[in-house]
Every structure is written in C-alpha cells, then in structure tokens.
C-alpha cells in the first residue's frame, strides 16, 4: 500500500515536471518532429516512467536527468536559431527529389530514401503521375511538398475572374442546450434575436438544440437532439426506409 502511494506521488510528480518542461520547450517537437527530436522525446519520456516506477533509487537523480535533457534541448534550439550551419547539421535541410518529372535517384540513394516511399507521398498528395511534377521537395521533417507544372495545376476561381465568397469561421451560438453568451455578443446579437431566430425554426426551448453556429455569410446551422433519434429510426426501421 505503502508503494503504491510512492508511485502514486512520484507519478504525479514526473507528469507535473513533464508538463513544465514541454512548455518550456514549446511546439517546435510537436510541428517538426525530426529524428533527433524523435529521440530526445523517447529518452525524456523514459526518464519519467522510471522516475515513476523506480523505487529503487530516489527520485532526485531522475528529476536531474530529465532537467539536464530539457536544457540540452533548449541549447540546441538556440544553437540552431542563431547559426545557420548548426541547424543544418542538427536539423537537415530540404531536398529535392524530383525536377522536371524526373526522379533525382542519386540523391534518393544518399538519402537512402526509397523510391516506393516517394510514390507513398506523392499518391498521399493526390500525384499519380509523375510527369505532373515540376518539383518535390523532401522537408526536413519529412513531409513531401509537390509543385505541379503550370499546365497540371488546380484551375482557382482568381483563374476564371470569379468573385469569391465569404469566407471564414462559424461562431458556435448553442452548445448542448447552453446559450454561450460570450459569442452572441461578438456577432452584436442579443438573446432576443437568438430567440426570434428560433421561433423561426419551431423550437421552443434550447434544451431541443445540441449546436447552433452563425456562418460568415449570416446562415445559421441549427441540429437538434430529436435529429439523432429521427435519423436513428430511419435507418432501423424497415417500413419507413420502404
């Protein structure tokens, strides 16, 4: 009972540090996860299980591993912004892959980055003809980007002299039944407006409503719990699918 308690406290502990310490060293792990970042993560996150789990030793030598990880990568994320070359060295640099349709083999080789994978990605960004590339580039956190030949590329409405539309994002009105008032304000509407709003759709209460959101285009999205039951007897029920 005894260690379990410990483990307990030293869980709490480890995830406590864990959390200050990736905040400290921000997104950068998460948004350009390369192999070395990999690697740090995997031994940072060992280091705290065994700070967890460990009741042989104390926990002070752990929570001194993991502290003189994270200042390392901190280092080494200052390294890189300050000096060219080290974030080269560290972090890699894009490569192209293809040129003009063609597949660059002798770098895929040096890369020892197989031509399958190449296809895996391209087929990912919805490329399946080679022909079509003008260039490839391999990111350094592996992500393939595409730029198509002019002759292959997406027709935009800019293209055709459209005038586009109104574009941006819905602001939740109703969630779950809950007025969120905060919202409403920010569209300058009240609840009297709200409630006329839904005495046009023939609802009563927001207890009937689960989300309500206002476009950009001023639309309302409007779904209702009594949408899930009468969507659920639909599919159930053999008379009323005949």
């Known amino acids: 009972m005894f260690e379990s308690f410990v483990v307990f406290v030293r869980g709490i502990i480890a995830f406590g540090t864990l959390l200050i310490f990736a ?22 996150g060992s280091i705290a ?6 009741l042989t030793s104390s926990a002070w030598p752990h929570w001194i591993g993991l502290l003189t990880w994270t200042i ?28 003009n349709g063609k597949i660059m083999e002798n770098v895929l080789k040096k890369m020892r980055y197989r031509a399958d994978d190449l ?3 391209l087929r990912q960004k919805n490329v399946f003809d080679i022909t079509q590339v003008q260039f490839a580039i391999l990111e350094k ?10 002759e292959f590329e997406n027709v935009t409405k800019k293209d055709l002299h459209i005038q586009p539309g109104i574009t941006g994002i819905a602001t939740e ?7 969120i008032d905060a919202n409403l304000k920010q569209t300058s509407h009240d609840r009297t407006w709200l409630f006329s709003e839904l005495k046009k759709l023939n609802i009563q209460s927001t207890d009937e409503v689960f989300y309500m959101a206002l476009n950009p285009d001023g639309t309302i999205y409007t779904d209702l719990y009594r949408d899930h039951i009468d969507n659920l007897i639909d599919i159930t029920d053999p008379i009323k699918q005949n």
């Open 23 to 44: 905040r400290l060293i921000g997104k950068q792990q998460i948004s350009q996860l390369n192999f070395f970042d990999y690697i740090m993560g995997i031994t940072i």
């Open 49 to 54: 299980a065994s700070l967890t789990i460990d």
């Open 72 to 99: 390392a990568v901190l280092l080494l994320q200052i390294i890189t912004v300050k000096s060219r070359k080290a974030s080269k060295y560290f972090d890699g640099e894009p490569t192209i892959v293809i040129m």
């Open 119 to 121: 296809m895996e990605q």
């Open 141 to 150: 956190d592996g992500e393939l980007s595409v730029i198509k030949k002019p």
């Open 173 to 179: 009105l109703i969630y779950d039944g809950i007025i």
